[in-house]
């Protein structure tokens, strides 16, 4: 029988998280400096699925917690509270969602139970070389042959796909139709024949993303999601619910953390003009967090986001990015140095925030597309 969290009172709900948190999690888990691979938070995963905790935004007919905005707000805060790192979930994320609203009750049926049992963990096949932010120009190519798709082409940036089982797969399907039509959604298994991933290295040393490669790979035709030649309508229901996790206020609600940390050890408290940036930046992460609950409202009414939920992902980002560079600037002469930095009461690492934040108002669309997005279709604007 399953809980009705949402009838609990929010703070009686965060003291259990928070109890489960510290009772359950990892201590040498606790805020990592990178993202951690699928073996060393297997584990973990494992444990938030076995409490039924792994899907709090999904309905709870679905096998999710169906926390309301508030309560996955609340949720996400303690996690972020306690250091607990972020598992491979585009299966939980976008996945999940995906096939929630879009899929067929056959895939529905076979997906969303091995998501839940962490039996298939997803990447996200969207990004190609010159197909960034102008997803829409993708080539890799989907033929129909018989009962299956033979699929050819390349994707890049794509999450820990070395790790993963599946992969979700944007690909033209008609190269006569303009850019936005013709494209279809795949669910292909990572296993199949023709499949090839090549990791990439980034500046920081780490493997988090990857190029995956397809050479004549055959894909089952019941393997696509929603109609032939349709997918761009779901991706954009998908990019949406990107949007929703990259302008979750986790990241800046660590990096906060972090400056808070070390202008507390270095006495920056009694500095008046470092008292007002801190300030203004604590704002907006509150801010933040008030307005990713009101898409995350929308989403849990089952409503469409529209564009406007492009704004979230830039404030999202560009809020981190201000807070990693204070923390590098008020680290002083340390600020610049790879690993740990010694400071009075302990140590801390400043640069992997910095790093981190590099690529985050490029990913998932750059802000300069976001902002392109919210001046033609909100405001209107010619472009």
């Known amino acids: 029988m399953s809980t009705d969290w949402n009838s609990l009172p929010t703070e009686e709900f965060r003291r259990l998280a928070q109890k489960f948190f510290a009772d359950n999690y990892p201590e ?27 899907a709090p935004s999904w309905p709870v007919r679905h096998g999710g917690m169906g926390l309301s905005p508030e309560k996955l707000i609340t949720f996400i805060e303690e996690q972020e509270r306690h250091g607990v790192a972020r598992a491979p979930d585009m299966g939980i994320v976008m ?15 076979h997906y969303l139970p091995r998501i839940l049992s ?3 963990i997803w990447c996200q096949g969207y990004s190609e070389p010159n197909s960034g932010s102008d997803l829409a120009s993708l080539r890799t190519e989907a033929i129909a042959d018989g009962d299956d798709f033979i699929v050819n082409g390349q994707k890049t940036w794509t999450t820990l796909a070395q790790d993963a089982t599946h992969i979700f797969l944007l690909v033209r399907t008609d190269a006569s139709a303009k850019k936005q039509e013709g494209i279809s959604f795949l669910l292909v298994d990572m296993k199949s024949p023709g499949i090839t991933v090549r990791p990439i290295r980034n500046i920081a040393g780490h493997e988090d993303f990857c190029e995956v490669f397809f050479d004549n790979v055959r894909v089952p035709r019941n393997q696509r999601v929603g109609e032939l030649n349709k997918g761009w309508t779901i991706a954009k229901a998908l990019l949406g619910f990107e949007r929703i996790f990259l302008g979750s206020p986790k990241q800046s609600q660590y990096a906060l953390a972090r400056v808070r940390e070390v202008a507390e050890q270095l006495d920056l408290f009694d500095d008046a003009v470092f008292v007002d940036r801190y300030t203004q930046l604590a704002l907006d ?28 992902k830039i404030f999202a980002t560009e809020t981190y990015s201000r807070l990693a560079n204070l923390l590098v600037e008020i680290a002083g002469s340390s600020g610049g140095t790879p690993g740990d930095i010694d400071l009075e009461r302990g140590q801390i690492d400043v640069l992997t925030t910095f790093y981190n934040a590099r690529p985050a ?17 909100v405001l209107q604007l010619p472009v």
């Not at 108002?361 to 279709?377: D, K, M, P, V």
Request: charged share 25%; proline share 3%.
């Open 28 to 54: 040498e888990l606790r805020y990592p400096k990178r993202r951690l691979r699928w073996d060393e938070i297997r584990e973990w995963t494992m444990k938030l699925a076995s409490q039924g905790w792994l």
């Open 95 to 109: 996945v999940g969602p995906l096939l929630i609203q879009h899929g067929s009750d056959e895939q529905r049926a």
């Open 118 to 120: 962490c039996e298939n």
């Open 285 to 312: 992460v509150a801010d933040l967090g008030t307005l990713y609950g009101r898409f995350v409202e929308q989403v849990k009414r089952g409503e469409t986001l529209g564009p406007d939920v492009s704004m979230l």
């Open 361 to 377: 108002t490029i990913y998932g669309g750059s802000n300069e597309i976001q902002r392109n997005i919210l001046a033609s279709s």
